[in-house]
């Protein structure tokens, strides 16, 4: 196969790697890479460069929607929880510091298996 159609099959197999978020398998080394590079005109290596740039740029805007969405997620679980908090609520009473204590004595407290913070 003449080099610069494997560089070319070897870039696009990289691309469907980096947007399926699995780890890549390592199927060529770098210095392999940069041994194919040498057998391309420098308009083939320009665009192989270009290839990688938008890929490393989809892979940093997927990364940052993900963590964006993780972010809304974690904050509507927490809104969502803040009612079980309130007076009334299922949590209220465990939380409050106008409840009953929970436990009846320190010891109950300690052979319940929870450690203070002393």
């Known amino acids: 196969m003449p080099p610069k159609k494997g ?14 978020h699995k780890p890549p398998e390592k199927t060529v080394t770098k210095t392999e890479i940069l041994a194919a590079l040498k057998n391309l005109t420098a308009e083939e290596r320009l665009e192989i460069m270009e290839t990688a740039s938008r890929m490393m740029r989809e892979e940093i805007e997927e990364k940052a929607q993900r963590k964006a969405e993780r972010k809304q997620k974690l904050r509507a679980a927490a809104e969502a929880a803040v009612q079980d908090y ?15 204590p929970y436990f009846e004595s320190e010891e109950e407290y300690l052979n319940a298996g929870i450690k203070t913070n002393a």
């Open 7 to 20: 560089l070319l099959r070897m870039v696009q197999h990289m691309r469907a790697i980096a947007l399926s």
């Open 86 to 100: 309130m007076p009334g609520g299922a949590l209220h009473d465990l939380w409050s510091a106008d409840s009953e």
